[in-house]
Every structure is written in C-alpha cells, then in structure tokens.
C-alpha cells in the first residue's frame, strides 16, 4: 500500500513569512498526526485528529500555527508568521485508529528552515 | 506528565558485538512503550511494541517496571542496524493517547 505523503519535502523561509505543509494519510487511516522535531530532538506531537475533528492540540503554538483536515483525508499545517525557532522537521503519520494499539506511520517529513 | 530519557546520543560498537541502547521512562500510568527506528534516508518506523513480547530483527526489549526501563538489546549487532532509534511512550494526554517520544540514540556499528 501507499505510505503516507508529504510535500513540500524542503522549504526555505525568512522570519515573519507564512508556510504551509500538505500530509495525504495511508487510505483508510482515521488518525492523523502532526509532529514537529527539531534538530537533535525526538518528535513532538503538535496536533491530532480522528477524521475530521481535533482530538488534541494541547501542544499547538495556536497564537502562529493552524491545522485543518476538513474533509478527513488530507491535512494542512499553517504557521503564520514563523519564528527563527520553527525550523525543523515536520512529521505527518497516520493510523488506523487512535488507540495506543494502532500503529501509527510515519510520512517523509517537510524539512524548514527559517532564515 | 509523561518522559523518556534515553542516556546516550551516540553509541559505537564492533559488528558481532552485543548492543543494548537505554530507556527510562517516567509515567504515572500503566504504559505501554515502543522502539522505533529511522535508517538512513528512510522514515521513522516501527521497530517493537512491550504488549507483543516479540523479536524483530533480532532486537528484544523488555519492561522492567521496577526500574522504569525498557532497554533494547542484540546478542550481535550487524552493519545493517546502524540507524536512529527512538523510545517512545503511549500514555493518556489531554485526553487521547500520546506518543512521547526520546531524543534518540545513533546507534553506529562498525565493520
């Protein structure tokens, strides 16, 4: 099957300016994830949602970042205006449910850099 | 709150050597805690889950509640598992389960 996609794969910005990052999960996986993990640092989950609802934003800078999956399949992560300090990997996953039981996969990563 | 500390950035050994990459894990909970692993220019993927009590290519890793630890260990490390490994833990967040992740241990074996 098809793996979870992400694009853009790398993206350069300067301070300030606004980007955003498309996730396309695994067909049928209801779950979908948005990590961010900065250089030398493990994932953090930014934002989770079951279908086309939020489940946990908890950890969602929300004053600069926006996630949506309006349709529940694919998903986009906004950050409006970006600071030096959002440079890093951004992880979409998806899986089948949301129980711990689920295995959650792991898309490509959007590499930014913020200058 | 819910942690994982893995101890070491960097771990070198010989091929053919034993491997044991650390994890403690800090939760109020009953956890359930996993490996996953990133190859170079690959994504972050499963390795293990403690529930299934299996092997995967030859790593084991088991729960030691006592001591907070879910060590990962190889009786004989290959070239082949150089790559990234992360512990992870699933536990209740802000009301649905989270995966927190450690920083993660570069595991480098040499020929």
């Known amino acids: 099957e098809a793996g979870v996609a992400q694009s853009p794969r790398y993206k350069i910005i300067e301070k300030r300016q606004s980007v955003a990052f498309w996730c396309n999960p695994i067909?049928?996986?209801?779950?979908l994830y948005w990590y961010q993990q900065i250089l030398g640092q493990g994932p953090k989950l930014l934002i989770q949602f079951q279908n086309n609802g939020v489940v946990d934003d908890s950890q969602l800078p929300k004053d600069r970042f926006s996630a949506e999956r309006l349709k529940g399949v694919d998903s986009t992560l906004k950050i409006q205006p970006a600071k030096l300090e959002d440079s890093a990997v951004y992880l979409c996953a998806s899986s089948f449910g949301g129980s711990s039981y689920n295995e959650q996969f792991f898309g490509p990563g959007t590499r930014l850099t913020v200058l | 709150a819910q942690r994982v500390t893995q101890p070491e950035k960097l771990l070198s050994v010989f091929k053919g050597a034993p491997v044991e990459l650390k994890c403690n894990y800090s939760y109020s909970g009953s956890p359930e805690l996993f490996w996953y692993v990133q190859y170079s220019r690959q994504r972050l993927q499963l390795l293990l889950r403690h529930i299934s009590r299996e092997s995967i290519k030859g790593f084991t890793a088991d729960l030691n509640k006592g001591e907070t630890s879910f060590h990962l260990k190889k009786p004989f490390a290959q070239e082949e598992d150089s790559a990234m490994y992360y512990c992870a833990l699933s536990g209740i967040g802000a009301g649905s389960y989270q995966l927190t992740f450690g920083k993660g241990t570069k595991l480098s074996v040499i020929p």
């Open positions: 067909s049928g996986h209801a779950t």
